[in-house]
């Protein structure tokens, strides 16, 4: 099955502008979530940044990156990447993971799961992931995602919202589960997805995978149980991530 990676990089994040280029361990941060999709196993060739802006792509061409440039237009990096499907002419049977632009820390290990879920469960439209979700302060944090999972691994829901709450015992969080922005695509259920406009329930939480349930699409979602560090927003997750990258990169050292 051919399986590819792109990577939205938009340059015009209104939290921290110009963020794909910050520089850590004197590198973008954008070449080091490539360097995760590479240790996963997927090679150079399949892997692709889908940025907005000629900044990104001048940056990137010493480092042997494919970069495709998009249109400017586009209210999400799921637009972004099915521009890029268009492009590149890709079959529908191909499968497209998302991996985010912001999380140079990202487990390699997470990026080989829902690849390896994705592929053996060809009926599930779109595939992403949850963390166990283990302490109260997130679990009522309206920034952390929740995902209410059915049989099987079925999303049913996705909330900023406490959810799935044990009536009986509130404290209970052994059903509670964070989302993780990662996800995989057949193309066929990317057009799909990207044919619909935005949902009532979507622009209500805000959250771009509403829309896709919905429309009555199926999202299987796979439980990674190793730590999934917090993606970088804004200056303050800058500089935590470059600290733990200084100290990762001294002890390897």
């Known amino acids: 099955m051919d399986v590819k990676v792109v990577i939205p990089a938009r340059y015009g994040s209104s939290r921290l502008p110009g963020k794909p280029l910050l520089m850590l361990l004197g590198k973008p941060v954008i070449w080091h979530v490539v360097e995760r999709c590479k240790e996963a196993g997927i090679g150079r060739d399949n892997i692709f940044v889908a940025t907005d802006d000629q900044r990104i792509i001048e940056a990137l061409k010493d480092y042997d990156i494919n970069v495709v440039l998009t249109s400017l237009s586009h209210q999400s990096g799921t637009d972004r990447i099915n521009e890029v499907a268009a492009i590149k002419s890709w079959s529908d049977e191909v499968v497209v993971l ?38 109260q302060d997130d679990f009522t944090n309206s920034n952390v995602v929740k995902a209410i999972l059915g049989n099987h691994g079925r999303a049913i829901y996705f909330t900023r919202s406490r959810a799935p709450m044990n009536r009986d015992n509130p404290n209970d969080l052994s059903l509670a589960k964070r989302h993780i922005g990662i996800y995989a695509y057949r193309v066929s259920a990317l057009k799909q997805f990207c044919s619909y406009s935005e949902d009532e329930l979507e622009h209500y939480e805000k959250l771009e995978q509403l829309r896709a349930l919905s429309h009555g699409m199926i999202i299987g979602v796979t439980v990674f149980n190793g730590i999934v560090p917090h993606g970088i927003d804004t200056i303050d997750d800058f500089n935590n991530i470059k600290r733990i990258m200084k100290e990762s990169n001294s002890l390897n050292g």
Do not use: C, R, W
């Not at 080989?112 to 963390?131: C, D, E, W």
């Open 98 to 135: 998302n991996v985010q632009g912001d999380e140079p820390i990202i487990p390699f290990t997470l990026i080989q799961n829902i690849t390896a879920f994705t592929l053996a469960n060809p009926h599930y439209q779109i595939t992403t992931a949850v963390v166990p979700l283990t302490n």
